[in-house]
């Protein structure tokens, strides 16, 4: 069982970054992809951004296309998420999940096989 550990929510001011860090505790192979998810209250789990490990070729919704990034750190076996220009919608618990690579799919929720138990952003108007 892959272990997800998330880090790096707050609070913070409309027009604010924060960076996420989600460690993997079992190695993450080349056919592996990282996901970023959030869920505001009484909404859908939304998918974010996506990259694959091994080519690392990213993917983003367009909701936050053009403010967040999305990278990874093979070595520490570690993807992040840079939020810039936050905004009071963005406000979530947001998730980090990992594609074993059964599947090549980024962007539905049920490609993915293992989940983080998420970390609270909180955007102030």
């Known amino acids: 069982q892959v272990q997800l550990v998330e880090s790096g929510g707050g609070l913070v001011q409309a027009g604010g970054s924060l960076r996420l860090s989600c460690v993997a505790s079992?190695?993450?192979?080349?056919?592996?992809?990282m996901g970023w998810f959030r869920q505001a209250p009484g909404k859908e789990r939304e998918w974010l951004a996506a990259?694959?490990?091994?080519?690392?070729?990213?993917y983003y919704a367009d909701v936050v296309k053009g403010r967040f990034i999305i990278s990874k750190d093979g070595a520490k076996n570690t993807v992040y998420l840079q939020m810039n220009n936050l905004q009071p919608e963005d406000t979530a618990i947001y998730y980090c999940?990992?594609?074993?690579?059964?599947?090549?799919?980024?962007?539905?929720?049920?490609?993915?096989?293992?989940w983080g138990q998420g970390t609270q952003v909180t955007v102030s108007s």
């Open positions: 999940a990992k594609n074993r690579g059964q599947s090549s799919g980024y962007s539905d929720r049920t490609v993915y096989d293992d």
């Open positions: 079992t190695r993450t192979f080349s056919s592996s992809v």
């Open positions: 990259i694959r490990w091994g080519t690392g070729r990213t």
